[in-house]
C-alpha cells in the first residue's frame, strides 16, 4: 500500500523482550539442559537433533529416547528401537515394538488407590451460565472406564472410529479416554460445524457410534446440536448408535413420552422448552447408556502405531484431510510441547480456547 514500508531483518530481529535470569532458572527448559549439561541454546538444538563426535547424549535417537524417560511417559512393553525410517523418512515408524496406552498415562496412573493425584482435580469446567465443575482423576477415571464399556457393548474395539460431535462439557474429556482405553480411533468434529461438514467428516471416517448433545449455549442462547447430527447422519449414513448428552434439559420427561409412543420407529422427544428429533431404534441419553455401564475396566495395551485420534483439517482450502494420530506419537510430542513450549509446573493451571473438535482441544487434555 502506498505511503508503507516492510520492516528491515535488522526490526524483525530486535529483541522485544529479554527475561531475567531468574526466570530463565526457573524454566523447564533450563532444568533439561543442566540435567545434560547443555550450556546454550545453539548447543540444545545441536544436542537434539545432530549425533555429535565425542558426545553419546546426542541427536535424534538420544532425545527421543531420553524424553519418554525424563517426560514419565509409561510403556506395557519397551519399544525395539527409537525409530524405523528404512522405507523413508515420512513412512517413519516411531517406538516399534512397544505398547501403550493414552489413558493409561494420562488418567489410569494417576488414579491408582495408592497415587496421590488420585483425589486432586484433573479438569475444571465452567459453564456460559456460570456453574463450574470440577472432576478428580478417580472420577474421570471412572467416568471414562464407563464410556469404554459402553463403546464396547455397542460393538465398538481396537480401530474402529468414534465420532464426538459434542457440546464442550466435561463429559467430552472421559468420551476422548474412553475410546483410547479400547482402542477407538477418536474423530472429533467442531460443535460448531453445520450438517454439511459433519456429514463430510462422518462420511469419511464411518463411525458406528456418535456421541452427540441436545444442544449447547451460546452468547446466552442455546444452540440445538440435535437436529443438525441427525440430518448429517442421513446424509452420511455408517451410524448406528446415537448417545445424546442432556445439556439444555432436554430428557426432562422423555421417558415418558418415549413410554407412550412403543412401537414407532422416529419421533421427536417433547421437553418442557423444545423438541427434539429422536429416532428409538438408535438414539440413547447419556444418563442411559453411559450413566448406567459398569465403571471398572482394564485399558488396552495397544502398539505404539495404533491409530488414537482422525482429526480433519478445517476445509477452507478444499476437502477436508483426515491427518492420522498415533498413540505413541500424541503420548510423547503433547507432553514435550507442553512441558517445555508452554513450561507447565504441576501446580499450575492450563487453558486454551479451543473446542474438542481441533487438535488443540485433545492437545491440552493430553499434553498437560
Same mark, same amino acid.
Given at each position: ?14 529483541? $522485544? ?9 526457573? *524454566?523447564?527448559?533450563?532444568? /533439561? ?7 546454550? @541454546? ?5 544436542? %537434539? &537433533? &545432530? ?18 524417560? @525424563? ?6 512393553? $519397551? ?27 494420562? #488418567? ?8 496421590? !493425584?488420585?483425589? *486432586? ?14 472432576? %478428580? ?16 457393548? !455397542?460393538? #465398538?474395539? +481396537? ?21 483410547? =482405553? ?17 456429514? +463430510? ?7 458406528? #457410534?456418535? /456421541?452427540?448433545?441436545?444442544? /449447547? @449455549? ?15 447422519? $442421513? ?6 448408535? *446415537? ?11 422423555? !421417558? ?35 450413566? +448406567? ?5 482394564? &485399558? =488396552?495395551?495397544? %502398539? ?7 482429526? @480433519?483439517?478445517?476445509? %477452507?482450502?478444499?476437502?477436508? =484431510? ?22 507447565? =509446573? ?21 499434553? *498437560?
Amino acid at each position: 500500500m502506498p505511503g508503507t514500508t516492510s520492516p528491515s531483518l535488522a526490526d524483525i530481529d530486535e529483541i $522485544a523482550h529479554e527475561p531475567s535470569r531468574e526466570f530463565v532458572e526457573s *524454566t523447564n527448559v533450563w532444568q /533439561f539442559m543442566q540435567e545434560y549439561g547443555i550450556d546454550d @541454546y545453539e548447543e540444545l538444538i545441536a544436542r %537434539t &537433533t &545432530t549425533d555429535l563426535e565425542d558426545e553419546p547424549d546426542s541427536g535424534l535417537e538420544w532425545f527421543w529416547d531420553e524424553i519418554v524417560d @525424563y517426560l514419565g511417559i509409561e510403556f506395557y512393553e $519397551a519399544y525395539d528401537e527409537i525409530r524405523d525410517d528404512s522405507q523413508g523418512p515420512q513412512f517413519t515408524d516411531w517406538y516399534p515394538g512397544g505398547e501403550l496406552n493414552i489413558a493409561h498415562n494420562v #488418567v489410569d496412573r494417576h488414579a491408582a488407590v495408592d497415587e496421590e !493425584r488420585r483425589n *486432586t482435580v484433573a479438569t475444571i469446567w465452567e459453564g456460559e451460565h456460570g456453574d463450574v465443575r470440577e472432576i %478428580t482423576y478417580h472420577e474421570l477415571h471412572r467416568q471414562s472406564n464407563r464410556v469404554a464399556n459402553a463403546l464396547e457393548e !455397542r460393538g #465398538v474395539g +481396537t480401530g474402529d472410529t468414534v465420532g464426538l460431535y459434542m457440546p464442550m462439557v466435561p463429559e467430552v474429556v472421559s468420551i476422548l479416554y474412553g475410546c483410547f =482405553k479400547v482402542g477407538a480411533i477418536a474423530v472429533p468434529i467442531f460443535s460448531g460445524f453445520g450438517v454439511d461438514a459433519a456429514a +463430510t467428516r462422518i462420511a469419511d471416517a464411518e463411525p458406528t #457410534v456418535l /456421541f452427540t448433545g441436545d444442544g /449447547f @449455549y451460546r452468547r446466552g442462547d442455546p444452540v440445538f446440536l440435535k437436529s443438525a447430527a441427525d440430518e448429517a447422519i $442421513a446424509a452420511a449414513g455408517h451410524v448406528e448408535h *446415537t448417545i445424546v448428552f442432556d445439556r439444555l434439559g432436554s430428557s426432562s420427561g422423555a !421417558r415418558s413420552a418415549a413410554e407412550g409412543r412403543a412401537g414407532h420407529g422416529g419421533s421427536r422427544e417433547r421437553t418442557n422448552e423444545h423438541e427434539i428429533p429422536w429416532t428409538d431404534d438408535r438414539d440413547e441419553w447419556w444418563a442411559d447408556a453411559v450413566g +448406567t455401564a459398569d465403571d471398572e475396566y482394564e &485399558t =488396552k495395551s495397544l %502398539t505404539s502405531d495404533q491409530e488414537s485420534m482422525l482429526l @480433519y483439517s478445517s476445509g %477452507t482450502t478444499g476437502k477436508p =484431510k483426515g491427518i492420522v494420530h498415533t498413540h505413541a506419537g500424541v503420548q510423547v510430542q503433547c507432553p514435550k510441547e507442553v512441558h517445555f513450549g508452554m513450561d507447565l =509446573k504441576p501446580s499450575d493451571r492450563f487453558f486454551w480456547v479451543s473446542d474438542i473438535g481441533w487438535m488443540m482441544g485433545p492437545w491440552t487434555l493430553i499434553g *498437560t
